[in-house]
């Protein structure tokens, strides 16, 4: 069930509404319930105009009695319609009246036993909805106090679903980013954009976030992005307050740009949010292999770290979600850039994080965008990494269902499916190169059929009853050739989850392959200082200056 609640200045009007029979959807109002069940119903009366007008004159006699005194609110209607869902059965008009009077009790409007409450009715004139509509002037002339009623309401609604067996709606937090408005989305639809400029231009900050290694590169990037107004906002000190963007053509009636602060883009996009972010971190030696690593340790992180921490590294996770459209080949992208908007949501919570946790995997992200990736023709380095990302969202979703984040598991499910389809992309090829090494003999098979049931055997009837079993013959026989023992190897790459995994035989496969590649290449020597190149442009391109 979803409650919504607005206020008004006129009974009258209200109730003429609620009694319209004319009005789409409206049949046969009726009263279901009222403050003491005995107000008069125009629904089931011969003469309803004037029994209309009784009853407004019923609900407003505190409010003129508060009038006489100066005391009444210019605002004094409070209206709440409540809505079932479609897979719902009807309700009764008496289990309807018990959820109006559950809804007005925990909102503060009229407590249950309280002979002063203000008075209210419930009209029903659709199977799946009824409003709820009350005055707010208490008997003994007090304002009612139902501060927070949307979200009292809508806790009362979600035990009101459990009593009735009804359809659980997922609830939020309170942190997710503004929804865009029906006329933001109907002007975007009439410049032919699939997403509203709020939506856009919070895909460009994020990115952005995700790319930046300091708060001055932030919004040097942002600057530079084709399209992008960017408005500084500072102190008389000269230091930051904050930011506003805005979409080069989008405009209000008086052809001024449309800003939008960070923080009405999103929860975390505000100033304050970025800067605790944007922490100077160290530059890995090898930005993928670490970034690999530190992703990796995401669900022991998640298992048995503290919540702050623990949301740091969702957090982190969304960051490099976020900037994987800017590391991929062009075939994976689209699906990747979907994954990063989905788990948008999901990257957020009522736990505050504590950002140090997850530095490593930032600073290794960022850096990935200034450093080529190693020479890797098998394509097995970014299929690792695709499939070690995927077992770090399985754990943030167990993460945010553990901890009741209905909305963050939803967000997190839908992230998955992307990154799934993704990761066999990446797959593909990778597991054609690595193929195509394995042993021919069955002897060589059953070699390494026996090392796993050795190593493995609780995953082992995952991994040799599978398409990617091949995969890992020929990893292990690779490694076998450069005088390494296939048990230790293996042994090594299982020491990392696999419990998640979809296809144990291929991520196995890539471990090896990259743990093999490390161990044979040499590090680089270090180098005298350099500055450090910049980050890929963001989507878009670069602005043109004039």
């Known amino acids: 069930m979803i409650a919504k609640i607005n206020s008004g200045k006129s009974t009258a009007g209200l109730i003429r509404y609620f009694f319209d029979t004319k009005a789409k959807g409206h049949t046969d109002p009726h009263l279901v319930g009222s403050w003491d069940g005995f107000a008069p119903d125009p629904g089931r009366a011969e003469d309803a105009d004037a029994v209309r007008k009784l009853l ?10 508060a009038g006489r005194l100066g005391r009444a609110p210019e605002k004094h209607v409070w209206h709440c319609s409540v809505r079932a869902a ?25 407590p249950e036993g309280d002979p002063d409450g203000c008075r209210w009715v419930a009209v029903r004139h659709a199977p799946d909805h009824i409003h709820i509509a009350a005055t707010t002037v208490r008997a003994d ?6 501060w927070n009623d949307y979200l009292t309401a809508d806790r009362e609604l979600a035990a009101v679903e459990k009593h009735y067996g009804l359809h659980q709606v997922v609830r939020g937090d309170r942190t997710a980013a503004k929804r865009p408005t029906r006329a933001e989305q109907e002007k975007a639809k009439r410049a032919g954009q699939q997403k509203t400029p709020r939506e856009r231009l919070r895909a460009t900050a ?9 708060t001055e590169e932030f919004l040097t990037l942002l600057e530079n992005t084709e399209g992008v107004l960017v408005e ?7 230091d930051v307050r904050g930011y506003t963007l805005a979409l080069k053509g989008d405009t209000n009636s008086e052809a001024e740009p449309i800003w939008y602060s960070g923080s009405k883009l999103s929860p975390d996009l505000s100033w304050p949010r970025i800067s605790e972010r944007l922490t100077t971190t160290a530059t890995p030696a090898r930005p993928w292999q670490d970034a690999i690593t530190a992703a990796e340790d995401i669900p022991r992180a998640l298992a048995h770290d503290g919540a702050p921490a623990a949301q740091a590294h969702i957090t982190a996770l969304g960051e490099t979600l976020d900037a994987l459209p800017l590391l991929a080949p062009a075939p994976y992208r689209e699906e990747l850039r979907h994954a990063a908007a989905a788990f948008e949501r999901a990257s957020r919570s009522r736990v505050q994080a504590e950002n140090h946790h997850a530095a490593r ?10 450093t080529p990736p190693p020479n890797s023709t098998d394509g097995t380095l970014l299929a690792l990494l695709l499939d070690t990302i995927v077992l770090a969202s399985a754990a943030a979703l167990r993460w945010h269902d553990l901890h009741h984040h209905d909305q963050q598991v939803t967000a997190t499910r839908n992230a998955l499916t992307h990154l799934h389809t993704a990761a066999d992309q990446a797959a593909t090829t990778a597991l054609a190169t690595v193929k195509r090494a394995g042993p021919s003999s069955p002897t060589g098979r059953l070699r390494y059929e026996r090392v796993v049931r050795v190593v493995l055997p609780e995953h082992a009837d995952r991994i040799l009853n599978t398409r990617d079993w091949e995969a890992l013959v020929a990893t292990l026989a690779r490694a076998d050739t450069s005088g390494l023992d296939p048990v230790d190897v ?8 696999l419990d998640d995994a979809r296809y144990p035989a291929r991520l196995l496969a890539w471990r090896i392959q990259q743990t093999t590649h490390t161990a044979q290449t040499p590090r680089p020597a270090p180098s005298a200082p350099h500055p450090t190149p910049g980050p890929a442009p963001l989507p878009g391109g670069p602005r043109t200056r004039h």
């Open 86 to 110: 479609e897979s719902d059965r009807i309700l009764t008009d008496e289990q309807w009246a018990d959820v109006a009077r559950r809804v007005v009790h925990a909102t503060g409007i009229a």
């Open 141 to 146: 002339l007090r304002g009612a106090r139902h």
């Open 232 to 238: 500084v906002k500072r102190f008389p000190s000269g």
């Open 56 to 65: 407004v004159a019923d609900l407003d006699l505190h409010v003129k009695q």
């Open 490 to 497: 293996l042994r090594a790459a299982a020491q990392r989850p």
């Open 361 to 370: 995997l930032r600073g290794a992200v960022r850096a990935m965008l200034r």
């Open 206 to 214: 994020r990115t952005a976030v995700s790319a930046a290694a300091s």
